[in-house]
């Protein structure tokens, strides 16, 4: 009835003080990857390694060269990573390294090259940051055609195409080193723990695979698989003068053809892509493997939406929002790669291994 008061819900004063420390922690949060580059940028990380893999603050200053004035401000930025999980705090007053800030020392090398700090830099670059803010004026226009990214209708500009050289050469560069530093860490486990992946497999054409870390770690696991790299041919300049017998570069674009093998690896490739792409990634694919009854198969290596719980649930949608902000792909749930993989044409597929976050699937023609 008109004038009658409308009912909200009233909620408990507990609930009220949680939901004022929600707000303020989800309205905050963004101080963390900030924090955390600060942290890198200063070489925390590669200055507690080499203390003996512990230290207090001050002696983190004296360390770093940093003013004697910065003390109690370095102490609150640490305070803040511990609680973060980035370091370990211990009772006399000091920080550890911990598995993730291990991540971040400057020529320590885990399972290849594993250094994750071009990919803190990235994404805590002003380039992603202002492209995520043009998210709300992103939704609301109407584009004609294909639907830009939000980074792209931001700065005009592409991630890994020749507008982003133009437009910014060193970022272009760092969200490269990004790239290639995020795709190599994890083979390790999937060698160690996937070995049926390999099993009676003699040649792997490895789509995307840049410089050949995860190639030659493959042969290296696996001496009798012969192993094949293909990219652009702009990546492949880089690579060549320097490739090793071993393994073997192909240039190329994986839309148009991709090198025979029994099996292919998409290793973190088609979530940069829209649907409709990644059939036409997968079709190709599918000509450059023999039929299932002799081993043919494509091996996927992405994020399964769903397949875990907890935190490292919203790590993987937080993987996914960000394939939203700065490329036009996304993540997907089994149910979204199930479809794409018979689109393409494939008879079936099965998730061998959960892997943290992400999934190996092997699909069959």
């Known amino acids: 009835m008109a004038g009658q008061a409308e009912k909200v819900f009233v909620p408990t004063d507990d609930e009220l003080l949680q939901a004022q420390s929600d707000l303020w922690r989800h309205s905050l949060c963004y101080l963390t990857p900030m924090s955390l580059r600060c942290a890198v940028d200063l070489g925390v990380p590669t200055a507690i390694h080499r203390l003996g893999g512990a230290a207090s603050p001050s002696e983190l200053v004296a360390a770093l060269s940093l003013p004697a004035s910065k003390l109690p401000f370095l102490a609150r930025l640490l305070r803040q990573l511990a609680t973060a999980g980035v370091f370990s705090s211990t009772d006399a007053g000091t920080y550890r390294l911990n598995p993730l800030s291990y991540l971040l020392v400057d020529g320590v090398r885990i399972d290849g090259d594993a250094s994750q700090t071009a990919l803190v830099r990235a994404v805590a670059s002003r380039y992603y940051m202002e492209a995520a803010m043009g998210l709300a004026d992103w939704f609301r226009k109407d584009f004609d055609g294909a639907v830009p990214s939000p980074f792209e209708d931001v700065h005009g500009a592409a991630l890994f ?205």
Do not use: N
């Open 161 to 365: 195409e020749e507008s982003m050289a133009l437009l910014d050469p060193e970022m272009d560069q760092l969200i490269h080193d990004a790239l290639a530093a995020h795709d190599h860490l994890g083979i390790g486990p999937v060698l160690r723990q996937c070995r049926e992946l390999f099993d009676g497999l003699e040649s792997l054409t490895d789509c995307g695979g840049g410089d050949g870390t995860t190639a030659r770690s493959i042969v290296e696991a696996y001496p009798h698989i012969t192993c094949t790299v293909l990219d652009l041919p702009k990546v492949m300049d880089k690579v060549l003068p320097a490739q090793e017998g071993a393994v073997k570069y192909v240039s190329g674009d994986l839309f148009h053809v991709v090198p025979p093998a029994q099996a292919v690896l998409l290793k973190l490739v088609l979530h940069f892509w829209s649907d409709e792409d990644c059939v036409k990634i997968l079709a190709q694919c599918k000509k450059a493997v023999p039929p299932r009854d002799v081993g043919g198969k494509v091996i996927v290596i992405d994020i399964v939406l769903g397949s875990v719980s907890g935190p490292m649930l919203e790590t993987q949608h937080l993987m996914d929002m960000v394939m939203l902000v700065v490329t036009r792909g996304r993540q997907r749930d089994e149910k979204d790669w199930s479809e794409i993989f018979i689109k393409a044409g494939f008879s079936g597929y099965k998730i061998v291994k959960k892997l943290g976050a992400r999934a190996v699937i092997e699909v069959y023609p």
